[in-house]
């Protein structure tokens, strides 16, 4: 098995163990106090969505806001190093934006619109 198919499993086995399902499993209450809160991005567009992504760029919180605002859109596409090794491309067809995913430090490092599967390297180091 080649390090890409690695790398690519296991941030697609870190993209998607950040979901909301292990917090309902331990606590149900916890999850339904966190499906209780406002949503910032509620009736936003896609382009003020990826705005606030980029204004969190390199931060925990950019990867959760990436989750939240296409959840159930993403489909990897594409790996490339980048980040701190390899990072992960995800694309929303419905959203038409794809997003560049280092599970390394669950972080976004880079987005644009369109279907891209490798971003500059200037972009994801």
Do not use: W
């Amino acid at each position: 098995m080649k390090l890409t198919s690695i790398l690519a499993t296991a941030a697609l086995v870190g993209f998607s163990t950040f979901s909301d399902v292990p917090l309902q499993v331990i606590n149900p209450s916890l999850a339904q106090v966190s499906a209780q809160q406002p949503n910032d991005a509620a009736g936003s567009t896609v382009d003020q969505k990826i705005s606030m992504i980029l204004a969190n760029k390199g931060k925990p919180e950019s990867a959760q806001m990436m989750r939240e605002y296409f959840a159930k859109e993403l489909s990897p596409i594409g790996i490339q190093p980048g980040g701190a090794g390899m990072v992960v491309s995800f694309y929303s067809k419905k959203s038409n934006v794809t997003f560049s995913y280092c599970s390394m430090f669950d972080v976004v490092v880079a987005a644009k619109k369109g279907k891209i599967a490798k971003f500059p390297p200037a972009e994801v180091k």
